[in-house]
């Protein structure tokens, strides 16, 4: 038998080193905003009353902000304050390595050595090596987690009280914050109080990046164990499952549909097989066997940006630095397809470019 794995406790959570390094995590980039820069200039008093209300378990969450964005379907976005991130930080330090072993090799979002350009990869070898593609995508991922069932996957691995109290609390505060966003479905044996059923995870929550893992895990291990798929992705609710032929497809969707009730979600309606050399939009890109092509929403919308922020550098209210950040990024990005000459069209809007690289 294999060692079993140390439990993690409450304690362990509000250690001041592991605080500490939270407090890193969550500040990264973030340094100059007037929330963080607030909670660093008293930092070891706010992680002394942090460890001190997380171990007499007094820790309550705060209130979320919520604002919209469009990229390019609109989605809320809502941010826990700053003390919060930490704590939410705090918890991922010390559970994810354990979950972090049992995820399958084919989830690539939010896990380390992993991200967008490998998932982009592994989309293009499979479609090198399969005729076919079902691609689905879970409809209203994030507003549909039922709490009930993630609550009953963390603790098959996490069953010290405090751990779970926590959870409870960073669970409950995200209630009711995507209710708008949530439209009903009623499953098999629900009756019309299923309405009330506590669900929704916030976007924008690190904590919520994991526990999407966490709940989309026993699926991965469904199409790996008992579909057998060869050839599977996913990315946060985007899924990828490659075969040789369609009946094939057809059966692995109706089985994921099935299994997916389980955990009470759908599929979007217009998941269906095809063939891949028709080309797989995918994260921002539309993968063929061949080659990879950038949407052109996403090079226009880059443009739109990229002038805006070109203005705002000759007019002095931005620095150099930020601008090359800015343009070092989407070009890093927009190379992993065949886009020399779209990078190109792009870069024609920044005047002097030798002062700039």
Not at 105 to 131: E, M, P, V, W
Not at 182 to 202: H, I, K, S, T
Not at 296 to 308: C, I, M
Request: glycine content about 8%.
């Amino acid at each position: 038998m294999g060692r079993r794995a140390r439990m993690t406790n409450l304690a362990e959570i509000a250690l001041w080193d592991n605080l500490l390094l939270a407090f890193r995590k969550a500040s990264k980039g973030k340094r100059g905003r007037p929330e963080v820069a607030a909670f660093e200039y008293r930092l070891e008093d706010h992680l002394v009353e942090l460890g001190s209300e997380l171990r007499e378990r007094r820790y309550r969450p705060g209130s979320y902000a919520s604002f919209y964005i469009h990229d390019p379907k609109r989605r809320l976005i809502s941010a826990a304050p700053f003390r919060d991130r930490v704590v939410h930080h705090a918890l991922c330090n010390l559970i994810e390595p354990t979950f972090e072993r049992g995820f399958v090799a084919d989830s690539y979002a939010n896990r380390i050595g992993k991200g967008t350009h490998r998932a982009l990869n592994q989309a293009q070898h499979f479609a090198r090596r399969f005729g076919y593609v079902l691609q689905a995508d879970v409809r209203q991922f994030f507003p549909s987690v039922d709490h009930a069932i993630l609550r009953a996957i963390l603790a098959r691995k996490l069953s010290e009280a405090g751990v779970l109290w926590l959870i409870d609390q960073i669970l409950a505060s995200g209630v009711g914050v995507l209710a708008e966003e949530y439209r009903m479905v009623y499953f098999p044996g629900d009756d019309l109080f299923a309405v009330n059923r506590p669900r929704g995870l916030p976007i924008g929550n690190l904590t919520s990046q994991f526990w999407g893992n966490v709940y989309l895990d026993p699926l991965d291990h469904f199409v790996k164990r008992e579909l057998r798929c060869p050839g599977y992705v996913r990315y946060v609710d985007d899924l990828l499952l490659f075969g040789e032929d369609k009946p094939t497809l057809w059966s692995w969707r109706n089985a994921l549909v099935e299994r997916l009730a389980a955990l009470r979600l759908t599929l979007h309606l217009g998941a269906q097989p095809r063939p891949v050399a028709e080309g797989i939009p995918f994260l921002g890109f539309t993968v063929y066997p061949g080659r990879r092509r950038l949407k052109r929403r996403k090079g226009v919308q880059f443009q739109r940006k990229l002038r805006g922020l070109v203005r705002a550098w000759e007019s002095g209210e931005l620095d150099t630095e930020t601008l090359k950040a800015s343009l070092s990024g989407w070009i890093n990005h927009a190379r992993y397809g065949n886009t020399v000459g779209l990078r190109k069209a792009v870069l024609r809007v920044v005047p002097d470019k030798e002062t700039l690289y």
